[in-house]
């Protein structure tokens, strides 16, 4: 399965973390507004939420859009 790196960067982190749960395939990038958001999910809802930031740079949140969650956010 090929991934993109910063999703595949985001996995690292987020198990790296501590992360226990297993993320799905539907996890992936999101836009929302003019920001960009690796959504970490499953089928139990979101796990982790890292923004994109413009170095590239993953920042972990502990509050994110809620548009992420409610499914109006784009998919790249």
Not at 55 to 73: I, N, S, V
């Amino acid at each position: 399965m090929s991934m993109e790196p910063h999703v595949r960067r985001a996995f690292a982190a987020y198990f790296r973390a501590g992360g226990a749960e297993q993320p799905s395939a539907s996890s992936g990038i999101r836009s929302v507004g003019n920001r960009r958001y690796v959504h970490l999910e499953n089928v139990r809802g979101t796990i982790a939420v890292f923004r994109i930031e413009h170095c590239d740079r993953l920042k972990r949140l502990k509050r994110w859009p809620t548009a992420l969650t409610e499914g109006q956010a784009n998919g790249s």
